[in-house]
């Protein structure tokens, strides 16, 4: 079983409310997010990692603008790694544990940053970047009381399929291939050039939301258009 390291470097963050969090971030993968997806990972929590150790990092410094949290895949040591910034959390009103349930759950899917799903999009053939926790970023459940974040299910990036009885954990989603107010996904019609569509502009959905909502901020480094996005597409 992969293990993910769980690494907290944020003055916001105390160790026990990190401990109460990695708890419960287990118990989601284990529990909820295992049983549909067929992975599991033993999270860890640890003081540092090594640079061929996949974690997940707590930090006070984003290197990134405005970005809430991102995963990627460090070329060097073709190692999975993710960050969460709590403090721009805190900016946004966004908890730091839920931005962490969204990046250790679509790290735990996609690790190496490869995986898509080759639908049809806005009546076009398309590649869905498999981001489970995108289309639904805003909608929150507690595991004993530490908010969680949603996540898609498998049917979700089916678009034929209007039968399912649950496109997302949480059943907040009505149909497939369409986002909750405040997500989004990366999308490409090409394979090279991707784009990311949200919510307040999704031509499915029709809803129209200022960018600036708290949660448009974050901005998966990995989802930025480019060819490096997806490697080798999988089914």
Known sequence: ????????????????SFG?????????????FAPIYGLDVQLQVAADHQANEEGVVFCDHPDQADALGYHELVQSSETPLGFVFPVLGAKYGTPWQSIGSHEVLEQTKDPYCDRAAIRTWARRAAAIADEIADPTQNDLYEIDGVPMSDFVLPAWFDASNRS???????GKVKTPCT??????????????NWHQV??????????????????YKRVSRRGKPGPHFIQRPKK
């Open 1 to 16: 079983m992969r293990t993910i390291l769980l690494v907290n470097k944020s003055s916001l963050i105390d160790r026990d």
């Open 20 to 32: 109460a969090y990695a708890a419960a971030q287990q118990r989601q993968v284990t529990e909820h």
């Open 164 to 170: 399912a009885e649950f496109y997302d954990f949480l």
């Open 179 to 192: 986002l909750r107010p405040g997500g989004y996904i990366s999308v490409s019609f090409d394979l090279r």
């Open 198 to 215: 949200f919510a307040w502009k999704h031509p499915m959905t029709g809803y129209r939301f200022h960018p600036g909502v708290e949660r």
